[in-house]
């Protein structure tokens, strides 16, 4: 453990954490709750009130770093019950977004976070399901309202290029309201883009009084796709006063993420369920055998992890409590293809005997 002690979350605005995500997770099991949950212990956004209706509600005064599950989904469908993937990280009142997939933009509101406060965000990888609300996210920040302060993306490479075409794709519409509506902030100064130099060692990305954020190279893409592009992935690292949090990114078992994630609080971690996994390596195999080596089974099979990879992380890195987020596969018509059981006995049957915490949109930890 990281030594900082965990933080209860027993304000009135936050119910004690373990009763409520254990009652959560029974009522889901049973079938009792949607899938989409209600944030009765987050602030919440005022009645009819919409990102165009004024500023948007106050975020918790209580010190503290809350972890908000804003999408769990994995993978680049479009579910009607799950977000693609993104969390927000608020410190002592300020967010911190990590990965901005489709559907961010409106959890960030549903989840009273605010999508205006949002100033510093930091991609895994720069795969659409990760990125897709990224262009909306910048757009609205302008046009919504004179946000004083420019918002930097950090990421591995590619994302310095991308903030700048967001930046091209978004200048029509300011150009339109400058003249049609006497707008005075100019769109070419609003976003930055980041590329971080990420490696198999620990990198710093980003320093402020409240947070420290660092990054590794994780094993999303194999050694034979990376000799032949740029692009990289990464693990990313959130220490606190409060609590330390690892993000794993989309990732199969990796060492350097062990080492970053040692004695962390709280592990996000991705998953693949373990038949599903099994699935894809079969597949895998009859498709190169075909003479077909790069195929999305491939991908599938060595590039995401199963629930026996995921303890095998865990417990290297002796880290607290586990969190599992973007699932796969995900569901189509909402809701997780196998229980939520599954995900949590399969790992502890890997070896990790900690909690475990499967990942719902909209819960606050």
């Known amino acids: 453990m990281s030594g900082q002690a965990k933080i209860p979350l027993q304000s009135p605005a936050f119910p004690a954490r ?13 079938g009792a709750l949607p899938a989409v949950l209600p944030l009765e212990a987050w602030a919440q956004p005022p009645q009819g009130a919409g990102p165009t209706s004024g500023p948007a509600p106050a975020l918790p005064a209580e010190p503290g770093a809350h972890i908000v599950l804003l999408g769990t989904r994995g993978g680049p469908g479009i579910d009607l019950n799950r977000s693609q993937t993104a969390v927000a990280v608020v410190v002592d009142g300020v967010p911190y977004l990590v990965d901005c997939g489709y559907g961010t933009v409106r959890q960030l509101v549903a989840s009273g976070v605010g999508f205006q406060r949002i100033d510093n965000i930091f991609l895994t990888h720069l795969h659409d399901d990760h990125t897709a609300d990224l262009a909306a996210l910048l757009n609205f920040q302008w046009t919504n309202g004179n946000k004083a302060k420019p918002t930097d993306v950090y990421g591995p490479y590619g994302t310095a290029k991308m903030v700048d075409a967001i930046t091209a794709f978004a200048t029509p519409n300011a150009e339109i309201r400058t003249v049609d509506e006497g707008r005075k902030q100019r769109i070419d ?58 993000f794993s990114g989309d990732t199969s078992y990796s060492s350097s993420i062990v080492e970053l994630a040692k004695g962390a609080d709280y592990f996000l971690c991705e998953i693949m369920d373990e038949t599903s996994h099994a699935q894809n390596v079969a597949r895998a195999k009859a498709a190169t055998e075909a003479g077909n080596p790069d195929n999305i089974y491939r ?43 599954t995900f949590i006995d399969d790992v502890h049957k890997g070896g990790f005997s900690g909690e475990v915490i499967v990942g719902q949109d909209l819960m606050v930890l």
């Open 18 to 30: 373990r009763h409520l995500l254990k009652q959560t997770l029974a009522l889901l099991a049973a």
């Open 189 to 246: 100064t609003q976003f930055h883009g980041h590329d971080v130099n990420i490696s198999p060692t620990k990198v710093a990305i980003y320093k402020d009084e409240r947070v420290t954020v660092t990054g590794i190279q994780n094993a999303h893409y194999p050694d034979h796709s990376m000799a032949r592009m740029q692009h990289r992935s990464m693990a990313i690292r959130f220490d606190t006063k409060y609590r330390s949090i690892v």
């Open 299 to 341: 991908h599938l099979a060595e590039t995401h992890a199963p629930p026996s990879e995921v303890a095998r992380m865990a417990t290297e890195a002796k880290v607290g409590t586990v969190v599992l987020y973007h699932l796969l596969p995900g569901a189509a018509k909402g809701g997780l293809a196998y229980p939520t059981s």
